[in-house]
């Protein structure tokens, strides 16, 4: 197992090179760039970014050489200083060809630098912290809450497979799956947040302005109070594929000839799917874990974060695409993208922890 482990790490160098690579040449295709941000900023002028992103690559705008015109390389820069310019492609390391940029920022990333955003004026690090518990909040509930109803939820229709009880369930959880988290929301503003019926939860942020003053008890009922709807409104999409995998994974198990064997022992129902058949279902849901752990805490949920005005992590990559925040960008890019190899790890050496009988090494060799 250790030989497997390491050669795992070892693909995660290449592997990590290879997708950091590809996104560095595809975000130097796109067109406009951080120096075209910068400028409408000091003109004033919106539309100068607008036309970067009609036309022109991040490449060419950004390739360091003026035109005879002075500044005109660079859309909306008419009229500006050609040093100006310079100071600003040197600022944004734009005086430098791509090459040079892209292994600049691998070596700073092998050291877990992550610099400084371009427009916030403070560290990456600094800012991903900031919005984290806007994250953690909504991520650590939603599969809390996913995982304790859906795994007894398919547990239970796999025992009733067929009944009236698992066709309902079964169309009751694909509606939720259906319809996008972000229409739930609404529905619950409109219903509960004062949109034209009741007002039981608040609309923004994840403590009320008197936070400072409340008790540890009213300080919990507060931020309970406030995640509520967010919760909720993620969640409700996220029981499908996993009660579905639940109980297809039960249902497999339970047609298998040990389950027959133990039954003719006069084991009970109950000893037998919790004895013998949980273990062996849930063996896929519980690797799938880890996995499930990344996408919910870091993948975001930005039309949540932006109808119930919070400031997370979906909110901070989308404003990082869209203002060209390089560092912002590549710098959460690496993390998770490390992050998720190795979750990907951790999921096999998960399977090893429920079946020791697993043997990855084996089956590589």
Known sequence: MIRYVLHRLLLVVPTLFGIMTI?????????????????????????ATTSA???GSAGELASGELSDHGASAYRGSRG????????????FGFDKPPHERFAKMMWSYLRFDFGTSFFQDASVVDIVVSKLPVSVSLGLWTILIVYAISIPLG?????????????????????????PGFLFAILFVILFAGGSFFRLFPLRGLTSDNWDQLGILQRAADYLWHVSLPVASIALGGFATLTMLTKNSFLEEIGKQYVLTARAKGLTERRVLLGHVFRNAMLVVISGFPQA??????????????????????????????????PIVFGTMYVFSLLGLLMNLASDLTYTLVDPRIDFESNEA
């Not at 309902?168 to 959880?173: D, E, H, Q, R, V």
């Open 155 to 179: 547990i239970r229709k796999a025992v009733h497979d067929g009944t009236k009880f698992d066709v309902w369930s079964s169309g009751a959880i694909f509606v939720g799956y259906a319809v």
């Open 80 to 91: 500006l200083d050609p040093d100006m310019i310079a100071d600003l492609e040197q600022q």
């Open 53 to 55: 992103l009609a036309g």
């Open 23 to 47: 996104n560095f040449l595809i975000v130097q295709a796109a067109p406009g760039g951080p120096v075209e941000q910068a400028i409408a900023e000091l003109t004033g002028d919106a539309t």
């Open 293 to 326: 752990f990344l996408a919910v805490f870091f993948t975001g949920s930005l039309l949540i974060e932006v109808i119930f005005s919070l400031d997370g992590l979906g909110r901070l990559g989308y404003d990082a695409v869209m203002r060209r925040d390089y």
